[in-house]
T-cell receptor
């Protein structure tokens, strides 16, 4: 089945710095979803991208889907301590609405 | 949230004992899933259900079984727990997303330790 590589695995930033995580695939993706998991919490759906080149924003978060639909990125501008957590990309497989999750990027933000 | 509860939230057990984890949803969703989460592996699908008494295996199903006798309940059983099954277990449901592919909503998780 389709798989995605997520990079980096971990990033530590100072509050106010920007952060980007990438999700890459060797095959064309039909869509991509992003989830956030706070420490000790459960994954929470953030956004879904389905169109080539699509860009969506949620306040300081910008999500992009590559033109070739083989990669996606999540960019956070001016990180805050509330952004701490692990960010996962996920592929919708279609069968029984299953998702295949990337391994996640853990973000640590310090003052 | 999608009205998903998991029980127990924490459990410590010994190798060789049977363990059952329960997932309960209140919104009558058709699809339900069990994942395990381990450092470096993200979320891996154990089993899923597409209706009452309809279940299938995920990518890491060995050592696990599931049952769904009612729409609202999805049970995960470790017949004979092993230390490699120490993990955090999440239940999820799939929810329609207004014409786009379904998205998933997760329960709070169960932290299982097998000694």
């Amino acid at each position: 089945g389709q798989q995605v590589m997520q990079i980096p695995q971990y990033q530590h930033v100072q509050e106010g710095e920007d952060f980007t995580t990438y999700c890459n695939s060797s095959t064309t993706l039909s869509n991509i979803q992003w989830y956030k998991q706070r420490p000790g919490g459960h994954p929470v759906f953030l956004i879904q991208l389905v169109k080539s080149g699509e860009v969506k924003k949620q306040k300081r978060l910008t999500f992009q889907f590559g033109e070739a639909k083989k990669n996606s990125s999540l960019h956070i501008t001016a990180t805050q301590t509330t952004d701490v957590g692990t960010y996962f990309c996920a592929l919708y497989t279609g069968t029984a609405s299953k998702l295949t999750f990337g391994t996640g990027t853990r973000l640590q933000v310090t003052l | 949230d999608a009205g998903i509860t998991q029980s127990p939230r924490h459990k410590v057990t010994e190798t060789g004992t049977p363990v059952t984890l329960r997932c309960h949803q209140t919104e009558n969703h058709r699809y339900m899933y069990w994942y395990r989460q381990d450092p470096g592996h993200g979320l891996r699908l154990i089993h899923y259900s597409y209706g009452v008494k309809d279940t299938d295996k995920g990518e890491v199903s060995d050592g696990y079984s599931v049952s769904r006798s009612k729409t609202e309940d999805f049970l995960l059983t470790l017949e004979s727990a092993t230390s490699s099954q120490t993990s955090v277990y999440f239940c999820a449901i799939s929810r329609p997303s207004g014409g786009a592919p379904d998205t998933q909503y997760f329960g709070p998780g169960t932290r299982l330790t097998v000694l």
